[in-house]
């Protein structure tokens, strides 16, 4: 019954590969989120999603596709992974006027070797 | 540009002692939430404490409590009573409701000697 969960949890892929991570979140929350933590545990926002909509574009490559086919999953992409785009990517998860707190799923380590 | 800074990269505090780690924000907007989260070395982004920024009343939970200085835009945590399992890194995050996102602080490392 985890609040929102993220698969897979460790993934380590080729370079030029492409790769997928899978979110859901069962708290019935409107808005979906994926960030980025780096080597150096800077915690960055990626996307955000309301009611499947795109939100919120950080300047994130190209290579990079969210898709929310519905409000409860938010699904990351990856295209032609580099080794800079090795680290932890965490779904999470707010609901907008219900004290707006950000639940996290617990995180997908991705290294590209 | 909305900023969260956390100015001490590193703290140590210990066992049974007090430790305060320090946050500030920059938002030109009067509706927002200030929040600290916990993460230990298992990554998991624990919520630890949160706070609206209408409130005066400074925020409570057990052991951690707030000192939020809406004026000076400072919103420092304090850990009473410092246990072992509290040792991990700690974010500070600003919520702006307008925006639709949280802004997160670069992180303080809390280390608990016994």
């Known amino acids: 019954d985890t609040a929102v969960s993220q698969t897979p949890k460790y993934l380590v892929t080729q370079m030029g590969n492409d790769k997928s991570i899978k979110c859901e979140q069962n708290?019935?929350?409107?808005?979906m989120y994926w960030y980025k933590q780096d080597s150096k545990k800077f915690l960055k926002i990626m996307f955000s999603?309301?009611?499947?909509?795109?939100?919120i574009n950080e300047t994130v490559p190209n290579r990079f596709s969210p898709k929310s086919p519905d409000k409860a999953h938010l699904n990351l992409h990856i295209n032609s992974l580099e080794l800079g785009d090795s680290a932890v990517y965490f779904c999470?998860?707010?609901?907008?006027?219900?004290?707006?707190?950000?639940?996290f799923g617990e995180g997908s380590w991705l290294t590209v070797v | 540009a909305q900023t969260v800074t956390q100015s001490q990269p590193e703290m140590s505090v210990q066992e049974a002692e007090t430790v305060t780690l320090s946050c500030t924000y920059d938002t030109s907007e009067s509706d927002y939430y200030l929040f600290w989260y916990k993460q230990p070395p298992s990554r998991q982004m624990i919520l630890v404490i949160r706070q609206e920024a209408y409130k005066q009343q400074n925020a409570t939970e057990n052991r951690f409590s707030v000192n939020f200085q809406k004026a000076a835009k400072s919103f420092s945590l304090k850990i009473s009573d410092s246990q072992l399992g509290d040792a991990a890194m700690y974010f500070c995050a600003l919520y702006r409701p307008n925006a639709g996102k949280s802004t997160f602080g670069d992180g303080t490392t809390l280390t608990v000697k016994p």
């Open positions: 999470a998860s707010s609901q907008k006027g219900s004290g707006n707190t950000i639940y």
């Open positions: 999603y309301n009611n499947k909509e795109l939100i």
């Open positions: 708290l019935g929350h409107d808005t």
